[in-house]
């Protein structure tokens, strides 16, 4: 590995170091692919929880009700108890209810794999302005199941970014996605995102980032602050 002088390096530029640093660390990684339905209801679920539980949610979900449109109907307090395990159900469950609901009534059927052929911005718009849709879940749903550009930022991906150098650290979690997108190539997307969320479980935590083995260390504005607590 060639240890590089950073100081001078534009973000960008230190974007696409670390891009293949990382690839070198981690690989190229998989992922499955859903139908934008599933994926959108899934990512809902993620939403201030740990996969372990947003995966036991959505499993407990789909063998409770295999079909969206018996989501749809379901009670509401069975739905709550259904996701429970996904934490703030009382929010998650009528939030989806309430998607799944505005989309039959606009399109006659739970399925948005259709918006594959929209232009770009009309599906981030159309997804974001679903109650409880957000950038990170809209570009999720696009990157991973419409096969359309966007770089979702989560808490992981806002954290590391911010503490190497790739993104101003003034940037919002919101005009980061944007930013960030223009910071790889479109067929690097998934594998940007992914690997920094591996980065920032791994490696570069939260609460005590462990800095000397991390893979990108030399490139990192902040290396030598694995002592201190840095807030998502």
Known sequence: MEIVNNTLMTEKARARAVYGRLLE???????QKRPAMDELILTILSQN???RNRDLAYNA?????????EVEDAHEDELIRTIRVAGLANQKGP???AVLKKIDQEFEQLNLDFMRNWERERVYEYLVNLKGVGPKTASIVMLFSLDLPAFPVDTHVYRV???IGIRPLEISVENSHEYLAS????????TAHINLINLGRRICKARKPNCPNCPVRDLC????????????
């Not at 979900?61 to 449109?69: G, S």
Request: aromatic letters at 16%.
């Open 95 to 97: 939030r989806i209810q």
């Open 25 to 31: 660390e981690f690989g190229i990684p998989t992922w």
């Open 49 to 51: 929880t740990n996969d």
């Open 161 to 163: 970014t911010g503490r």
């Open 221 to 232: 504005l902040y290396p030598d602050k694995s002592d201190q607590i840095i807030k998502d």
């Open 61 to 69: 979900l789909r063998e409770n009700y295999p079909t969206w449109e």
């Open 183 to 190: 910071c790889f190539n479109i067929e690097e997307y998934r």
